[in-house]
């Protein structure tokens, strides 16, 4: 009976950091402040659009329309839409992102237990995970589709690591489904799993996982024309030096971030050699990206590290494993016990002096949260909003805005710089697309307002107008 419930351990662990850090993803997403919520309304927007039966869209991106025409490919929305529709709010998906994360411990544990034989070393990887920064970062960060790379990624490995085959590919397909850098990543594992050891790999499995990852490649080169938009490796050294010079303090903080990566928690990753073959190709991506911050701990950025973090974990809890096996079938089961609260505690002390920018990050705005008084002023605003308008408001208010047909930033509106890649609707966005407008006291959109709107309610810095007389000629298309 205690075998049986230690092994089922890190399933309910899972479940309880789920619970846990699920409400701290409700509380940001209550106190209306989820950092870049611009990301999470568009998704919103997206799903909310394909639940109505409308174009899988959303003006917010700017972009084409349609599931597949999209700058980027999501095929898992298929399987999430259904849970969508349940609760098509914003939140859902902040539920959806801690959920990805934080399920991910019961394939790492199942490796780790899997690998030395020990469901107590199962348990404590589960727990070292949970408690690593990166995790928690990743789990509290604004949605993405990508996050799905975590646990795809530690399914597949635990199937490769002890062959398993249903387990790789279910790991294999919930990779792909999550984003097209896919198509390029499954190639490379399956490459790296046939020239490495890892584990009782069987080479079977190694090229059946090239076959589906050659075949996903292969099929978005033939049929996703913008499947390079963010990082083409066909011209990967060209574009090393193309894109603008990363200042020196940049630099620093990325190469000491990817030190305290190495140093502690699941630094142990440098005792295996094969998931240290899977990491390079994606550091130096990182490494060659100048626009973004990865190495941040909150908002839109730590979904940049999401294909690292499985590789990091699994490498490292490989790495730990064979520190056990030399030690403590040595000096018996006392070492083996301090192996793995070394590990933990590795975990714990890891990115330690960072731990307060991730709470800064969540709670930066309203130390009070949901009882501040600006943040029940602008709930008050909110509710005043029909949920047929068409919305113009800002990037803090638009997730909470979201899941409407219509929806627009302001820094959208009156952008005369010509229209966007793919973009077939009128340009540019005027306050002609909408009928009701959010903003701050001081947004630049307030200065064309004309004698066709009038002033609602104000409060936490923010005003509500709305259209008493429609556009001239009708309102523009509401999507593209």
């Given amino acids: 009976m205690r075998d049986k419930l230690i092994r089922w351990a890190p399933t ?20 209306y402040n989820v950092q870049w919520a611009h990301d999470l309304a568009f998704f919103t927007q997206i799903l909310s659009n394909a639940a ?19 700058v980027h490919f999501h095929p898992i929305f298929v399987v999430l839409l259904p849970l969508f529709m349940l609760r098509p709010e914003a939140s859902t998906l902040l539920f959806f992102n801690v959920a990805a994360v934080c399920l991910a411990a019961i394939p790492l544990a199942g490796l780790a237990r899997d690998r030395t034989g020990s469901a107590w070393f199962g348990l404590a990887a589960a727990v070292s995970f949970l408690v690593w920064l990166p995790v928690q970062a990743a789990a509290l960060a604004d949605f993405r589709p990508v996050v799905f790379f975590i646990p795809g990624f530690l399914l597949l490995l635990w199937g490769l690591a002890k062959p398993c085959r249903w387990r790789m590919i279910l790991g294999a397909l919930i990779v792909a489904g999550a984003r097209e850098e896919s198509g390029y990543l499954l190639p490379m594992l399956a490459v790296v799993m046939l020239v490495l050891p890892f584990g009782e790999r069987r080479r079977s499995d190694a090229l059946i996982l090239l076959g589906i990852g050659l075949g996903w490649l292969g099929f978005l080169l033939l049929f996703k024309g913008n499947f390079f938009f963010h990082f083409n490796p066909t011209t990967f050294f060209q574009d090393l030096g193309a894109g603008p010079e990363v200042p020196a303090q940049l630099t620093d ?35 060659t990206d100048t626009h973004r911050e990865w190495h941040a701990f909150t908002g839109t950025y730590p979904y940049l590290r999401h294909a690292l973090i499985p590789f990091l974990a699994a490498g490292g809890v490989m790495g730990w494993a064979w520190v056990l096996e030399r030690l403590g079938k040595r000096r018996g089961r006392e070492v083996g016990a301090l192996v793995m609260v070394a590990m933990i505690l590795s975990c714990v002390l890891a990115f330690h002096g960072q731990r307060g920018r991730l709470e800064e990050g969540l709670w930066r705005r309203n130390a009070e949260a949901v009882d501040s008084v600006e943040v029940q002023a602008l709930a008050r605003l909110i509710a005043l909003v029909p949920g047929d308008a068409r919305v113009i408001t800002d990037y803090r208010l638009i997730a909470a805005l979201s899941g409407r047909r219509v929806l627009w930033a302001t820094m959208q509106c009156y952008n005369d710089g010509g229209a966007p890649y793919g973009w077939q609707g009128p340009w540019p966005i005027t306050l002609d697309f909408a009928d009701a407008l959010l903003v701050p006291d001081d947004d630049a959109v307030l200065e064309h307002l004309d004698a066709a709107w009038e002033a609602v309610d104000s409060g936490g810095g923010y005003g509500l107008w709305r259209r008493v007389s429609p556009p001239e000629g009708g309102f523009p298309t509401p999507v593209p």
């Fill in 12 to 31: 309910l662990l899972a479940l309880a950091a789920l619970y846990a850090l699920g409400q701290r993803a409700w509380q940001a997403w209550a106190s």
């Fill in 52 to 70: 109505h039966g409308r174009a899988w869209t959303s003006p917010l991106l700017l972009e084409p329309t349609g599931f597949f025409e999209m």
């Fill in 253 to 287: 903080d990325r190469l000491r971030h990817l030190g305290l990566l190495l140093a502690g928690g699941f630094g142990a990753v440098l005792l295996c050699p094969a998931m240290l073959a899977m990491l390079l190709p994606q550091v130096a991506f990182l490494l």
